[in-house]
């Protein structure tokens, strides 16, 4: 893949909170070179549904998008994502029309309806001490790239199956299966699609590992100061933002990612991790990064 194969970065912090519109979304871009990265449509709250659709058709072209989700669940450790069940599905794309036919009726791309589903529910740390006699007790179960590529990078991956605790991340990635199965064929998703010569692609990303690249630890990912996101930017090539004081780690999150993303992008080894195999690609897929 050519070096200057995408010509804008994009990074999307994203939310998996009740309600239509959330603070917890944010959006930035930067292109090629070392200008800021900058907010886009600063002020504005974004639907999940306002994502997907500016990311079909309002970002620009040639555009590397990450979407901080988790894009599928745990599959190669126990050969189906609910073991026991005839219906499981069998890959992603399976998975993500699942999670959208059983969530339909949901608001807003919510999916409390698919984890209420009998068979489902037993995989499940719930809210309410309810926990599935299949969940498998401790953090729960891992994906490949969970186990092997975060854990290697220092980050503390936890189990999407685990929708209970401030560090879970369940909720969010089942809105966001919603998201990708509405851009499925409209736009490359990686690495259930490959990357394609022309185009924009969507990619998972982990903001974590994108405050590792830029000297932060992940105990310290979080930057909630203009002076820190300041440093970190330098650190990743990229001229700061301007502001002073304190800045909201959403936006910090996603404007560290879209400088990290045109950094990142001209690594051939991040698009073709040794323990990515087709089958994980297909059913699990990968965290951008994470090798």
Request: proline share 6%.
């Amino acid at each position: 893949m050519r070096p200057d194969r995408f010509r804008h970065f994009a990074a999307i912090d994203w939310s998996g909170a009740v309600g239509e519109r959330h603070a917890g979304i944010a959006v930035a871009i930067c292109g090629q070179g070392d200008a800021p990265p900058r907010i886009v449509r600063p002020g504005h709250r974004w639907s999940r549904q306002e994502v997907a659709d500016w990311i079909a058709r309002g970002m620009p072209e040639d555009t590397l998008v990450g979407l901080d989700i988790s894009g599928s669940l745990a599959f190669a450790d126990r050969g189906a994502y609910f073991p026991g069940w005839a219906e499981s599905p069998v890959d992603a794309r399976a998975l993500w029309a699942l999670v959208e036919g059983l969530s339909a009726a949901d608001p807003h791309l919510a999916a409390g309806s698919f984890v209420d589903h009998p068979e489902i529910a037993r995989h499940y740390r719930r809210h309410g001490a309810r926990e599935g006699d299949l969940f498998g007790g401790g953090i729960g179960r891992l994906r490949v790239t969970e186990r092997v590529g975060q854990t290697a990078l220092g980050c503390r991956p936890t189990s999407n199956f685990n929708l209970v605790g401030a560090s879970q991340v369940g909720k969010a990635s089942l809105t966001g299966m919603r998201v990708l199965h509405r851009l499925n064929g409209a736009v490359a998703l990686w690495p259930f699609d490959p990357v394609p010569p022309h185009g924009s692609v969507v990619v998972e990303i982990y903001t974590t590992i994108a405050a590792l690249a830029a000297g932060r630890t992940a105990g310290r990912s979080k930057i909630r100061r203009f002076a820190d996101l300041a440093a970190a930017l330098r650190a990743l090539d990229s001229r700061p933002v301007r502001g002073s004081g304190p800045i909201d780690d959403h936006r910090a999150d996603a404007l560290l990612a879209a400088a990290w993303l045109r950094t990142a992008a001209r690594r051939p080894e991040l698009w073709s991790p040794a323990a990515m195999t087709d089958a994980i690609a297909r059913t699990e897929g990968w965290t951008f990064g994470a090798i």
